[in-house]
């Protein structure tokens, strides 16, 4: 199936940075999703979009949904070492019914 | 608790032998998914169900079989036929009228 194209890969960051990362499609989405997986974890759903421009905050995360629905990107403010993992982004296309397609993934380490 | 539990964490197969990796959720979703995931890289789907006793191949069916016969519960069996099953395996369900799958804690299967 389509992986979505997902930057960067990996990301070294100090304590208090922001950070940013962007997922990336030749194909339209109706739904992106930002789920965080911790080592030997499920992932665990970060944030939620539904409408193309819809930008939502989840504490210090804020994800929004590309205007033209092939793009979504993901911020972390202000990081701290807890934030530490594999950020996933997941589309779900219209032709697609159920199904996800996930981009590879950005590993995060933050240096305190 | 809600939620959705996968058994083992850790599973291991000896070569020729089939394993089955439990899911269960009470979340009362409809829709339920498997998925593996190899080091460094992103989910790939390998069997989906949107309702009971109805089930779909994904991206890497292959060697892999599923049931659907309780809403609750969509087990894996990986089979002989797969020759390469090291992998960290993810359940997922949601239900028929959201766009967000929720995640299992994994299943580690490794081969002797």
């Known amino acids: 199936g389509q992986q979505l194209n997902q930057s960067p890969q990996s990301m070294f960051i100090q304590e208090g940075e922001d950070v940013s990362m962007n997922c990336t499609s030749s194909?339209?989405?109706?739904?992106w999703l930002w789920y965080k997986q911790d080592p030997g974890e499920g992932p665990v759903l970060l944030i939620a979009?539904?409408?193309?421009?819809e930008l939502t905050s989840n504490g210090r995360l804020t994800a929004q949904f590309g205007i033209t629905r092939k793009d979504s990107f993901l911020n972390i403010s202000a990081s701290i070492p807890s934030d530490v993992g594999i950020y996933f982004c997941?589309?779900?296309?219209?032709?697609?019914?159920?199904?996800?397609?996930f981009g590879e993934g950005t590993q995060l380490t933050v240096n305190p | 608790d809600g939620g959705i539990t996968q058994s083992p964490k850790y599973l291991f197969r000896k070569e020729g032998q089939n394993v089955t990796l439990s899911c269960e959720q009470n979340?009362?979703?409809?829709?339920m998914y498997w998925y593996r995931q190899d080091p460094g890289q992103g989910l790939r789907l390998i069997y989906y169900?949107?309702?009971?006793?109805?089930?779909q191949k994904g991206d890497i069916a292959e060697g892999y079989s599923v049931s659907r016969e309780k809403k609750e519960s969509f087990p894996l069996t990986v089979t002989s036929a797969q020759k390469n099953p090291t992998a960290f395996y993810l359940c997922?369900?949601?239900?028929?009228?959201?766009?967000?799958?929720?995640f299992g804690p994994g299943t580690r299967l490794l081969v002797l």
């Open positions: 169900s949107q309702i009971v006793n109805d089930f």
């Open positions: 979009l539904y409408k193309a421009g």
């Open positions: 979340l009362n979703h409809d829709a």
């Open positions: 997941a589309g779900q296309r219209e032709t697609s019914g159920s199904r996800l397609t």
């Open positions: 194909s339209i989405f109706n739904t």
């Open positions: 997922a369900s949601r239900t028929t009228s959201g766009g967000t799958q929720y």
